[in-house]
């Protein structure tokens, strides 16, 4: 475990962060990346990042801020109406290797995106479609449900997008809750990777996925 984070006060910046009125980001997206940064260490600006699920951004550009090296990071949002909250938070910074891309995540498994992250980083929905009820939002529910394809899907797409020896950091609860072992789940469908829970932030475990060189 590489430590944990419960408050802001290890942050050494605010942001303040342009976002839909119905959907609120949490500490979780803000707090990840201070940690995932310290597991990664130095990086040099041909590192590739991809923030999965990206929404308006939070992940990546508090990555962004952590390890100012990097140069290259891709945001891939299902949800178009992210679009201009990502690009209002884009103006924060000084990269043009910043990109959005509206689409969903089923398109890492194919080229150009395919194998070709260095780095991978996502809060992804923590429930199941079926565990819980919906929201009036649509844009909220999709958030905290996975509606839009299974948690196996999406961790596949994941493991799809990372190079050789990559990496991949996500915030994940245990489903202890629901009769389900996240991790249990996740050594299954990346069988071929390592993967290890590095962190507890706030009850959420951040979980590092390395695959094999």
């Known amino acids: 475990m590489i430590g944990r984070i419960e408050t802001l006060e290890e942050k050494r910046y605010t942001q303040s962060y342009s976002q839909p009125e119905s959907y609120r980001f949490c500490q979780d997206s803000v707090l990840a990346p201070l940690l995932i940064a310290r597991d990664l260490g130095a990086v040099g600006a041909s590192t590739r990042v991809l923030d999965l699920g990206a929404g308006c951004g939070v992940m990546g550009l508090e990555l962004a801020h952590a390890l100012p090296a990097l140069e290259k990071i891709d945001f891939l949002e299902i949800q178009a109406e992210f679009r201009s909250h990502f690009e209002a ?108 829970s590095i962190a507890d932030i706030r009850g959420t475990d951040l979980v590092k996925i390395t695959a094999p060189d």
Not at 132 to 147: A, E, H, T, V
Not at 153 to 174: D, E, I, Q
């Open 89 to 196: 938070n884009r103006g924060t910074t000084a990269s043009e290797g910043f990109r959005f891309l509206e689409g969903h995540w089923k398109t890492l498994a194919h080229a150009p995106l395919a194998a070709s992250y260095d780095v991978v980083i996502s809060n992804p929905p923590y429930f199941h479609a079926d565990e819980g009820s919906l929201g009036p939002d649509s844009l909220s529910n999709r958030c905290r449900f996975f509606l839009d394809d299974s948690f196996d899907g999406y961790m596949r797409s994941v493991r799809a997008a990372l190079k050789p020896g990559g990496r991949a950091y996500l915030l994940v609860k245990t489903g202890e809750r629901h009769g389900r072992d996240t991790l249990v789940t996740l050594r299954t469908i990346v069988w071929d990777c390592e993967v290890e």
